[in-house]
């Protein structure tokens, strides 16, 4: 009888023991779905979305002073360029400028041409029309994997 009652208190113990504990889970359960939580977690959306457009910008992000440096190497000191116009959608440059002599703008052409970073080069006859102090224009586009985020 004494073991029997020994049981039927232990196990009232345990039982009471048991419900307090449930009832701690299901208060740590309301705070984890407070309205607190649920705040963090739409900014830490937010913050991911927003790391994604930063990756999306870096991936597409074109490095245009690579190629503007590799045509500078070119240029002689006889020739000044008077505008430089790059299309950022295609990749196309198109050069105004002058050179001092017909044999810079051929040396600043074949340059172009040997470069690995242009290529489709457009260079009218009419760029040959003076020997001295001949004013030039020819376009090219850019290679985008030479310009492309490292």
């Known amino acids: ?22 009832g701690q889970i299901a208060i740590s359960e309301q705070v984890l ?16 979305q927003e790391i994604n457009a930063i ?10 002073s690579i190629a503007l440096e590799e045509l500078a190497k070119m240029l002689s000191p006889d020739i000044s360029l008077d505008s430089v116009i790059i299309d950022r959608a295609t990749g196309k ?11 810079s703008v051929l040396k600043f052409w074949a340059d172009v041409h040997k470069s690995e970073y242009f290529y489709n080069i457009n260079f009218p006859l009419s760029n040959l029309e003076k020997p001295i102090l001949d004013p030039f224009t ?13």
Not at 1 to 22: G, H, N, P, R
Not at 93 to 103: F, K, L
Request: no cysteine; charged share 25%; aromatic share 10%.
């Open 93 to 103: 440059a198109e050069i105004i400028g002058v050179a001092g002599s017909r044999e």
């Open 33 to 48: 779905k407070s309205s607190d939580n649920e705040l963090l977690k739409a900014q830490v959306e937010t913050l991911n």
């Open 138 to 150: 020819f376009s090219f586009s850019i290679k985008e994997d030479k310009i492309k985020s490292p």
């Open 55 to 64: 990756k999306n910008l870096h991936n597409q992000h074109r490095f245009w």
């Open 1 to 22: 009888m004494l073991f029997v009652s020994l049981t039927y208190i232990a196990k009232a113990y345990l039982s009471a023991q048991v419900a307090d504990t449930e």
